[in-house]
C-alpha cells in the first residue's frame, strides 16, 4: 500500500475575504507525479504553496499533514540572476540543476520550470526527472513535458480542485468527451424546447379561434343559440386548451437551460493609420552581422521579411535570438527597414515591471483602438468585464503577462515582436495568443520554444545556427 506524503482537510484560502480554493479532501502518495494545471489566476500556485508549506489556512480553515520535507523550484527567478546579464534559460537551467544534483529530497514541487529553457533543456530536465524516485508536483503549460513526467493531474478551476489519473492528453481527452456529450445533450433540449414551443403556439393558436368562432356565431341573427349550452361549451374549451398550455409550459420549465461551453473565437483586428504598411518587405538584412561583448552572433547574411507574415525565430538558447530581435528594433547597422515600421515589443521578463495603475488606464492610455475592442481583447484573454478597474498590482505573475500581451497587440504598430511570449501562459491564454497573431494585420516576429505553437501560427520560420539566419 503506498505511503501519504501530503494530506488536505477541509482546506479554504481566503484572501481579502474571498474565497480562492476550497479543498474539502485531498490525499498525495509518496510515488505521485501531478501535474497542476488551470488557467493563470484560478490558483495553481496558491494550491501549490499550501502543499509545500510556503502558504498555511488561517486557524479553523482546515488542516494539512506532511509526511516528508518538499523542496521547491519557485516560478520567478530571484533578482540577483536578473541583473548578471545571465539569459531566462541559462538562469533556469542553474537553479534546476542545483535542485536534481543537490542532497536527496524524497519530494521534489515546481512551478513553470521549462519557462525559459529551449528544446534541449526540456528534453534534458524530462531526462532527469524520469530516473527521480519520489514525489513530484509540477505546475507547467508544456503539454508535452507534462506527458512525459506525470501520471496524475489536478485542474484549478473555480476555487475547486479536480482530481485525475493519466496525464493531460488523458484529462483533455475526458474534457473533450464531455464537451461533444454537452453538445449533443444541449441539441436534444433545443430540440425539446422548439417542439414544446411549437405546441404551446398551436394551443394559443387554436384558443384564440375558438374564441373568435363562438363570438361570431352570437353575431349570427337567425340562430337562437342555447345561451347556457354556448357558455358551457365556451367554458369548457378555455378550461382544457389552459390546462394543456400550463402542462406544456410546466414541461418547458422541467427541460432546463442550455449548458454553457467554453470556446474561444478567432479576433478580427479592424485596420488603423498605423497598421497600414505598404511595403512588401518591411524589414530586410544586407550582409547583416552583428556582435556583442566582443562575441560573434551573426556572421554576414542577407534574410527578407515579408510584410504581414507571422515569422517564427528559432535556435538554442545564447544563439542570438533576444539580440537579433534589438538589433532589428534599434535599427541596426546591416538592416534595412521602412521608416514606416513601428515597432510594439514584448520582451522576456518584462513582466516584473508593472506601473501603479488600473487595467482600463493602461491598456486606454496607448491605442488606436475603440474601448469595446481593447474589451475584446481581454475577453479573448480570459479577463472579465468587471476586471477592467482592477489594479495591475494585485494581479498574479499569469495575468500580468496577459496584460502585456494585451498592450503589446493594441498599442499603435505594424511589427510586432513577441521574444518568448509563451512563457507563463496555461493552455487557453496559448490559445487565444494563437488567435491574436493570427487576426493581426501586419506582421509578427516571435521566438518560442513550443514546436506545437510555431506549427500553427508561423507562416515562415528562420533558424540561427552556426552564426546564420537560414529559413526552413
Given at each position: 500500500m503506498e505511503e501519504l506524503a501530503i494530506k488536505l482537510k477541509d482546506v479554504e484560502i481566503e484572501f481579502d475575504g474571498k474565497t480562492v480554493l476550497d479543498i474539502p479532501e485531498l490525499q498525495i502518495y509518496q510515488n505521485d507525479r501531478i501535474g497542476i494545471i488551470g488557467d493563470n489566476g484560478a490558483g495553481k500556485t496558491t494550491l501549490l504553496r499550501l502543499l509545500t508549506g510556503q502558504l498555511t489556512p488561517a486557524q479553523g480553515n482546515g488542516q494539512i499533514t506532511r509526511f516528508c520535507d518538499i523542496n521547491v523550484f519557485d516560478q520567478l527567478p530571484h533578482h540577483d540572476d536578473l541583473t548578471n546579464h545571465k539569459s531566462g534559460g541559462e538562469v533556469s537551467k542553474q537553479r534546476l540543476t542545483q535542485i536534481l544534483y543537490g542532497d536527496y529530497m524524497p519530494a521534489l514541487a515546481f512551478d513553470e520550470p521549462t519557462n525559459h529553457l529551449d528544446r534541449d533543456g526540456i528534453n534534458w530536465l524530462i531526462s532527469e526527472l524520469k530516473y527521480y524516485y519520489g514525489l513530484l508536483i509540477i505546475i507547467s503549460h508544456d503539454q508535452f513535458f507534462l506527458d512525459k513526467t506525470i501520471n496524475k493531474v489536478i485542474e484549478v478551476k473555480d476555487g475547486t480542485i479536480t482530481l485525475y489519473s493519466g496525464n493531460v492528453s488523458d484529462v483533455l481527452q475526458i474534457k473533450a468527451q464531455e464537451k461533444e456529450h454537452i453538445e449533443k445533450a444541449n441539441a436534444e433540449i433545443q430540440k425539446e424546447k422548439q417542439r414544446l414551443e411549437s405546441s404551446l403556439k398551436k394551443q394559443q393558436t387554436s384558443l384564440a379561434q375558438a374564441r373568435r368562432k363562438t363570438k361570431n356565431n352570437k353575431n349570427i341573427k337567425d340562430t337562437k343559440p342555447d345561451r347556457l349550452s354556448s357558455s358551457k361549451q365556451k367554458d369548457t374549451v378555455e378550461k382544457s386548451a389552459n390546462k394543456v398550455m400550463k402542462s406544456i409550459e410546466k414541461r418547458l420549465d422541467s427541460v432546463g437551460d442550455l449548458k454553457k461551453?467554453?470556446?474561444?473565437?478567432?479576433?478580427?483586428?479592424?485596420?488603423?493609420?498605423?497598421?497600414?504598411?505598404?511595403?512588401?518587405?518591411?524589414?530586410?538584412?544586407?550582409?547583416?552581422?552583428?556582435?556583442v561583448d566582443d562575441h560573434v552572433l551573426f556572421e554576414p547574411c542577407n534574410f527578407s521579411f515579408k510584410n504581414n507574415q507571422k515569422i517564427a525565430i528559432i535556435g538554442k538558447n545564447g544563439v542570438g535570438k533576444t539580440q537579433f530581435f534589438k538589433?532589428?528594433?534599434?535599427?541596426?547597422?546591416?538592416?534595412?527597414?521602412?521608416?514606416?515600421?513601428?515597432?510594439?515589443?514584448?520582451?522576456?521578463?518584462?513582466?516584473?515591471?508593472?506601473?501603479?495603475?488600473?487595467?482600463?488606464?493602461?491598456?486606454?492610455?496607448d491605442t488606436e483602438y475603440t474601448a469595446n475592442f481593447v474589451r475584446s481583447v481581454l475577453a479573448q484573454l480570459g479577463f472579465a468585464y468587471k476586471d477592467f478597474t482592477k489594479s495591475l498590482q494585485v494581479?498574479?505573475?499569469?495575468?500580468?503577462?496577459?496584460?502585456?500581451?494585451a498592450r503589446t497587440f493594441l498599442q499603435p504598430?505594424?511589427?510586432?515582436?513577441?521574444?518568448?511570449?509563451?512563457?507563463?501562459?496555461?493552455?487557453?491564454?496559448?490559445?487565444?495568443?494563437?488567435?491574436?497573431?493570427?487576426?493581426?494585420?501586419?506582421?509578427?516576429?516571435?521566438?518560442?520554444?513550443?514546436?506545437?505553437?510555431?506549427?500553427?501560427?508561423?507562416?515562415?520560420?528562420?533558424?540561427?545556427?552556426?552564426?546564420?539566419?537560414?529559413?526552413?
Open positions: 461551453i467554453e470556446s474561444q473565437t478567432r479576433i478580427t483586428f479592424p485596420k488603423t493609420k498605423t497598421t497600414n504598411l505598404h511595403a512588401a518587405y518591411p524589414i530586410l538584412g544586407d550582409k547583416f552581422s552583428l556582435i538589433a532589428i528594433e534599434a535599427r541596426g547597422e546591416g538592416l534595412v527597414i521602412s521608416p514606416k515600421v513601428n515597432f510594439s515589443n514584448y520582451s522576456q521578463l518584462k513582466y516584473v515591471d508593472l506601473p501603479d495603475q488600473s487595467i482600463e488606464d493602461y491598456l486606454l492610455s494581479l498574479s505573475g499569469g495575468e500580468r503577462v496577459r496584460i502585456l500581451l504598430s505594424n511589427v510586432i515582436i513577441l521574444d518568448e511570449a509563451t512563457n507563463f501562459m496555461d493552455f487557453n491564454t496559448l490559445q487565444a495568443l494563437k488567435h491574436l497573431i493570427i487576426g493581426y494585420p501586419g506582421m509578427v516576429l516571435f521566438t518560442s520554444h513550443d514546436q506545437q505553437f510555431v506549427n500553427d501560427v508561423a507562416d515562415e520560420v528562420f533558424e540561427i545556427k552556426d552564426k546564420h539566419l537560414n529559413q526552413l
